[in-house]
Every structure is written in structure tokens, then in C-alpha cells.
């Protein structure tokens, strides 16, 4: 089992910015992909960012440039420092893993862009 735990969210302005944190617990060796997804309510997830052990990544095109996902191995955490932010960014932001074919999410925390 793997256990996923987000932190970070809030409100903010257009224009601010807010770092998400996700930590992982419990049998993560192995676990090779993280993601950041996001949901508006009535609206499927979208993949926000991945990242590999290796350091790559990849981004939606809404949020390349303005949002940066990174991951320090050490701590079982990814980030995901987000600027720039627009009301278009409000949504419930997810930590997301697989292993082993199953897949792993957080509970989400709530990031609300607005004046």
C-alpha cells in the first residue's frame, strides 16, 4: 500500500503563486511515476505534470511555464510550485502513483484563484 498526502492549497489571487506538496508513505520502492492531477467539479481529472525518478517531466500545455513540478527523493515529496496563477487554475489538485498496476491517489487540496 502506498499513501498520498497533499498540502499546500488555499486561496490566492490572479497573478500569486502556491507550492503543493505531496508525501508518499508506506511501500514506495519501486514507484517510479508521480503526477499532479487537477478537477473541476463536474469535470473529469486532467493531468496537470508527471515526473520520473530521473527527473524528467511533462506538462499540460494550459500550465507550461507558469507551473514547475519537481521531487526530492530523499523526503518521499513532490512538489508543484505553481505561478502565475489564473481563476482557470481553481480546482481540487491530486497526488497521483502507480505501482504494480495499481493506482494511488491523495485526498486533494482545494486551490481557489480569485480576487
Known amino acids: 500500500q502506498v499513501q498520498l498526502v497533499e498540502s499546500g492549497g488555499g486561496l490566492v489571487q490572479p497573478g500569486g503563486s502556491l507550492r503543493l506538496s505531496c508525501a508518499a508513505s508506506g511501500s514506495i520502492s519501486g514507484i517510479a511515476v508521480m503526477s499532479w492531477y487537477r478537477r473541476v467539479p463536474g469535470n473529469q481529472r486532467e493531468l496537470v505534470a508527471v515526473?520520473?525518478?530521473?527527473?524528467?517531466?511533462n506538462y499540460a500545455d494550459s500550465v507550461k511555464g507558469r507551473f514547475t513540478i519537481s521531487r526530492d527523493n530523499a523526503k518521499n515529496t513532490v512538489y508543484l510550485q505553481m505561478n502565475s496563477l489564473k481563476p482557470e487554475d481553481t480546482a481540487v489538485y491530486y497526488c497521483y502513483t502507480y505501482k504494480l498496476g495499481t493506482a494511488y491517489w491523495g485526498q486533494g487540496t482545494q486551490v481557489t484563484v480569485s480576487s
Open positions: 515526473i520520473t525518478t530521473a527527473g524528467l517531466t
